[in-house]
């Protein structure tokens, strides 16, 4: 093993984004203090899914950038032999990777079996996600049983990973965290500059406020549709922000016109320096998805002091949202129940939405990156105690098959 990496926990995502650099700078801090390392892999610089800038920085780990083209651009086997290779020159002690089906995981997996290195499995994955096939559920078993440990968002998380077969004793909470310090500063100086910035940004006085991709999940028809609702039951209604972008753009413009929705605002894709000055200028923040493993900008909105309007099925709402003091669930798939929740929110008086906020920030508070980075090193040294745990011939056969990055062919799709 090189003496640079003994020690080492390699980390691998298809990309980072601002929250990948957070956790990363946190994980470094803490295993620094134990004398390790953490090394940062990722795949590409871009992909088609996330509009982010280019996130540049490395203040406490190592990073690894492999290709300089878009991961979409890459077929699963060029991922897969570049990571076995990256591997194989870092020789790290444990390796962490999203999830198990993308082609990155699958290979970091068969790389730590065939070195006898610890593998983590870092998961936002829970059992309500979407309808579960058997078979599909056997194959990923065979899989995530093959890890030595998991790192997950939160309650619902630890217990999808503990029942697809990892021990409840190595899992870990941490996994879904931002950089909660930038945005608890940032959205507090936007509201010491709130008129200059509500005029600037063309903001009104009030308004709830949604941030993510226009993509069907989203459930952003139906926000709409609840918001018109709202609107027919208030006097003086707020408005509403939409920042984000995505496949859905033009159809959810053309819904709000066709049903003569006044009070909408469509800001578009928002990068993460100007984002906290619409939390922080925002009375409210809501979360429609249907879909929704967890939901990272309702992190980002409770550390900015909002109070939070979420749907029953995101996962961040088991550990991050106390009903009725920090905010308010919904049905999302009930139009008239999005209008009551906002309705709901909007006739509080002004200090109750403050101490809502306020109790936002302590929850939240918790689950910053410095969790993350305590889950990982828990994780890290679980993962490394139980290397020698044994499995069947016939799993391990299985996964060395079908994770082996010569077998994996065509092209990716995330």
């Known amino acids: 093993m090189s003496e640079r990496y003994v020690g080492t926990t390699a980390l691998i995502w298809p990309r980072f984004g601002p929250y990948h650099l957070a956790r990363l700078d946190a994980a470094g801090q803490r295993f620094g203090r134990e004398g390790r390392h953490v090394v940062g892999i990722e795949i590409a610089r871009t992909d088609s899914t996330y509009g982010w800038n280019v996130a540049e920085g490395a203040a406490s780990f ?52 065939r070195n006898g290195r610890g593998a983590i499995v870092m998961s936002e994955s829970k ?48 996994h879904n965290a931002v950089d909660n310090a930038y945005f608890d500063k940032e959205s507090r100086t936007a509201r010491a500059d709130a008129v200059r910035l509500r005029a600037e940004l063309n903001l009104p006085e009030k308004f709830f406020l949604s941030v993510g991709r226009f993509v069907p999940k989203k459930n952003l028809y139906r926000l709409l549709e609840g918001y018109a609702a709202y609107r027919t039951r208030s006097p003086n209604p707020w408005g509403l922000v939409l920042c984000g972008g995505g496949e859905l753009g033009n159809e959810l413009v053309d819904l709000a016109n066709r049903m003569k929705l006044v009070g909408v605002s469509w800001p578009g894709f928002t990068q993460v320096d100007l984002l906290p000055s619409f939390y922080g200028l925002a009375s409210a923040f809501v979360l429609p998805s249907t879909v929704e493993q967890w939901g990272l900008v309702v992190n980002e909105a409770m550390a900015s002091g909002l109070p939070v309007l979420v749907s029953r099925t995101a996962g961040c709402r088991y550990d991050l949202v106390e009903q009725g003091s920090n905010g308010f669930l919904f049905d999302p798939f009930h139009v008239e129940g999005i209008g009551r929740a906002m309705h709901q929110m909007a006739d509080l008086s002004d200090d109750a939405r403050q101490a809502m ?30 290397r020698g745990a044994r499995h069947s011939l016939a799993t391990n056969f299985f996964v060395s098959f079908l994770a082996h990055p010569w077998m994996l062919r065509g092209k990716n799709s995330r």
């Open 127 to 174: 059992r309500d996600d979407a309808p579960r096939m058997w078979w599909k559920e056997w194959v990923k078993r065979r899989f995530i049983r093959r890890f030595d440990a998991a790192l997950v968002g939160g309650t619902p998380h630890a217990e999808y990973a503990a029942e697809l077969g990892i021990p409840v004793e190595r899992v870990f909470l941490g």
């Open 62 to 113: 190592e990073r690894i950038t492999i290709f300089s083209s878009a991961y979409d651009a890459l077929s699963p086997r060029q991922i897969a032999r570049a990571v076995y290779e990256t591997l194989d020159r870092l020789t790290p002690s444990a390796v962490a990777t999203v999830g198990w089906s993308f082609p990155e995981a699958r290979a970091g997996l068969h790389w730590c079996w």
């Open 357 to 386: 906020g306020q109790r936002s920030r302590e929850i939240v508070g918790q689950w910053g990156p410095e969790r993350f980075a305590e889950g990982l090193w828990q994780a890290t040294c679980a993962a490394l105690n139980a």
